[in-house]
């Protein structure tokens, strides 16, 4: 297991950008990099179901974006900081939720898993003017 630490939200005016980070605080014992794994960004409103906003099963993986951030999120990699980054422009207030990153062994063939093992503690972004 590897231990997840996001960062980065906060309140931004419609149309503004965030830069969210994902980092691995703590590796698994086979002290695996981040690259290595699986990795997956979430939202999530109360009320309402959690979202998949993009996931990637590895560094040299094909990128899913969910249709609603396809064009305004990007994600980057700092391998030596063992970091994720979602990039996120001209974002909308509907982008308002708590953002999470979550990791897990690749599979081979699937870019985006059913289940991650690994979870961030999330991080509020709240898009208004």
């Known amino acids: 297991h590897v231990q997840l630490v996001e960062s980065g939200g906060g309140l931004v005016q419609p149309g503004g950008s965030l830069r969210l980070s994902c980092a691995a605080s703590k590796l698994s014992r086979a002290n695996l990099p981040l690259d290595y794994y699986a990795i997956a960004w979430f939202r999530q409103v109360p009320g309402k179901e959690r979202e998949g906003v993009f996931c990637v099963n590895s560094e040299d993986g094909v990128p899913y974006y969910a249709d609603s951030v396809k064009g305004r999120f990007t994600i980057s990699r700092d391998s030596g900081k063992n970091t994720v980054y979602l990039q996120m422009s001209n974002l909308k207030p509907e982008d308002t939720a708590v953002y999470y990153c979550?990791?897990?062994?690749?599979?081979?063939?699937?870019?985006?898993?059913?289940?991650?093992?690994?979870w961030g503690q999330g991080t509020q972004v709240t898009v208004s003017s």
């Open positions: 979550a990791a897990a062994l690749p599979v081979s063939g699937y870019e985006c898993l059913a289940q991650y093992d690994d």
